[in-house]
Every structure is written in C-alpha cells, then in structure tokens.
C-alpha cells in the first residue's frame, strides 16, 4: 500500500511534492504545451531565459516522470539528455498569485501579478525576516520545510547574485519579480540554480521559462536498484556515497549546514559513472554555520521521531532560535535514511521498529526493501541491528557509534 513517508514534519497530509502517484501518461508532448509554460504569467514567474528554446521545440519532451503534483518529463536538447520539471503545481501558483494580489498590491480587485511585481521595488519584500514566512504560500499545513525556512543574510546575498541575470551588481525590478516569485513557489530550483555545483553532488541548473525549469539529466533513478536482482557490492558501495553525502552536508563547507527533512529514495540518481547525485533538493534548508550557537552542537540523551519532529515544529514557530540550534539536529538525515532507504523499517506487531534486510518484497517499506537488501550473511544480524540503532538510537550518541560501525562493515 501507499504509505505516508516518513517525513520530518509528520503530518496527515503527504507534502505538495510528494502527494499522489506516478503519473503514466500516454502521449507523448513533444514541444511543452502553453498552459504548462504558463509564460503569459511573466514576470512572476521562475525566469525567461529559454523561452526561445522551449517555444520553438529546441527542448524536446520525451516521457513523463512525475511523482507528485508537479509534472516532471525527460527531454532532449541540443543533443544532451535534460530533465524538465514545473515550478510549482497550479494550486500553488494561484496561491501565490492571490498572496501577492492581497498584500503586494493597492488594488486587489484588478490585479495581475506580473504587473504589480514589476511596478513594486520589492527590495524590501526581499529581506530575511519577510523570508521567513515564505512557507505561509509554500506549505500552508506545514507539511514540509522549505530552503526559506533558515533564510539569512548570506544566504540571501548569493541567491541576489545568482538571479543577477546580466551581472550589474544590482537587481532590476524583472530580476527582483523573478526571484521573488522563485521563493514563493519553489525555493528548492532557486536553490540548486544558487548552489556552487562544483562542489556539491546535484545536477546543472540550465535555465527556465515560466513555470519550467530545465536541469541535466543526472543519471538512472536509485529506486531502478530496489527493483532488479543486483551485486550486493554495487549497493553497498551506494549507500557508503549516500551516508558521506549527508556527512557532506553537515561537516564539509566552513559556512554553510545543509539540511533536508525528507530523505527518499526518490530524490536520488546515479550518473553514468557511478556517482550518486541528489536530484531533488525539496525540503532542503540552507543554514549559515556563522549565525549558529556554537555551545549547542552537542545533545543530551536521545533523539528520535518524537524529539526530531518538535524540532521541525519550533523552525516554524521560532525560527530564528531554533535555526541557531539546528547543529544540534544534524544527524536527522542519517536517522531518515537508515529508516527509508538502507533498511526495510519494519512495525507491524513489534513493540519497537526493526530494520530489516531480507531479500523479499515487504509491503512494510516503500519499494519493497531496503538498498542494503540481501547482505552477505556473515554481516546481515549486525547490519540490521546497526541500522536499527541508527533509526532509533536506544543511547546516548548511540546513532553516531552505529554509523561509524555501519561503514566499517560496508567498506569490508
């Protein structure tokens, strides 16, 4: 069955990105359709600058890829394998549109937004605190946290760089509405068009058109590895690369904590050469290591579900205080991917969850198993007992100690 994922924010209703199904649709576009463009909406929209290519079938749509409300395709472009995906669902856009109608506007009653954001200066629209609350438009319900949630002055200053298309060292109003509109409807593009890619394992941003964003194709989807009978070696060897992408993204920039509460198998790819790429950078937060407590990075006791979901819920209400304590939290990712994706995280009729390994399909855990599916049997009882610890820790830095052993046993 279809279960809700295990997402930091546990609520009810499944995140914007994730709700639904893949969707399997049997034509074939070609050319994008107008109404997916949505480029009459300009300028509050993600960008423009590959209308030409998009308008003129240069970017070609092949087969649709969706996994949630926002329609995702693989394409062609000048002969390289690119990856299309929406901005934001309709649902969101009008949400966007009506905030921006209400609150940006004098007069909400005849209102295009393009038109207001370009008339407005929104320099100061376009500071930290308002921010902030870009989650209000983004997820209402608070069902997920996105790349706004820890917005500071740094991390606004690269972006003001990023979406300063022509270099001037200042924004137009066009570029201020782009950006604007892009932290409004889907901050995660915003982010891996920001990101210096050099050093982080993500797909090229390569520009958009209205309500499409066009990126490079990364590579084979990970989930393709739960679903074919594969070399154990192969996966164990992926999730070693997935366990120091995370320690990446906590301990490898002096300035920057990256951090995702939403850890799936389906955000990944690996490319042709056999790098794991993280393909969806929904729900990740950008925080400034600088502005953080240094006297908090270390925590008492344990932290589970209960501890870990408290603090999603204080990033919504206190932001800034809680953002400042997020070192303390870092180690959220590893906990969401022992449950997710290495193991098989197993409930039913036990009194607490268990990580298992087994090669058969379980209808317990999203795709059937785990990653770590199928182990050699001289390490499969530890592996499971350690990736049990690692999902839920039992003591005090109990996690911590599991991961080091996890990859003593991985890399043997």
Request: glycine share 8%; net charge neutral; proline share 4%.
């Amino acid at each position: 069955g279809n279960r809700a994922e295990n997402n930091l924010v546990q609520t009810h209703r499944p995140a914007e990105g994730t709700e639904g199904e893949t969707h399997q649709n049997q034509s074939t576009p070609g050319v994008a359709p107008h109404a997916w463009l949505r480029n009459g909406a300009c300028p509050a929209c993600f960008g423009d600058n590959l209308c030409e290519e998009f308008e003129d079938g240069m970017i070609k749509l092949r087969s649709e890829v969706t996994t949630g409300k926002v329609l995702s395709y693989t394409g062609t472009w000048d002969g390289r394998e690119v990856t299309v995906t929406q901005c934001a669902s309709a649902e969101r856009l009008e949400r966007f549109e009506r905030f921006v109608c209400r609150n940006v506007s004098r007069n909400a009653s005849r209102c295009d937004a393009g038109d207001v954001l370009l008339k407005q200066d929104l320099k100061a629209l376009l500071q930290v605190q308002h921010l902030r609350k870009a989650w209000q438009i983004l997820y209402p319900n608070k069902s997920s946290l996105p790349a706004t949630t820890c917005m500071s002055r740094p991390f606004l200053k690269m972006l003001l760089r990023t979406f300063d298309e022509n270099g001037n060292k200042r924004l137009s109003r066009l570029e201020q509405a782009h950006l604007y509109t892009a932290l409004h409807t889907c901050p995660h593009l915003a982010l891996l068009k920001a990101l210096p890619r050099k050093k982080l394992p993500f797909p090229a941003f390569l520009g958009a058109c209205g309500n499409l964003v066009a990126m490079e194709t990364a590579g084979r989807p990970l989930s393709t590895y739960l679903e074919v009978k594969g070399r154990w070696q192969v996966r164990a060897n992926l999730s070693l690369q997935l366990l120091d992408m995370l320690d990446g993204f906590r301990n490898k920039d002096p300035d920057w904590l990256l951090m995702f509460g939403n850890v799936d198998v389906k955000s990944f790819a690996v490319s042709a050469d056999g790098q794991l790429i993280l393909t969806d950078l929904d729900a990740m937060m950008v925080i400034d290591k600088h502005d953080m407590d240094k006297s908090t990075t270390k925590r008492e006791g344990v932290c589970n579900e209960d501890c870990f979901g408290k603090f999603a819920y204080d990033l919504f209400e206190h932001p800034e205080r809680t953002c400042r304590q997020a070192g303390r939290y870092g180690d959220l990712m590893a906990a969401l991917t022992c449950r997710n994706i290495l193991g098989c995280w197993q409930t039913d009729g036990l009194a607490q969850g268990r990580a298992s390994l087994s090669a058969a399909k379980d209808t317990a855990c999203a795709y059937g198993r785990g990653l770590l599916y199928g182990p050699p049997r001289r390490v499969k009882t530890d592996l499971e007992d350690l990736l049990t610890e690692c999902a839920e820790e039992t003591e005090h830095d109990g996690r911590t100690k599991a991961l080091k052993q996890i990859r003593v046993l991985l890399a043997s």
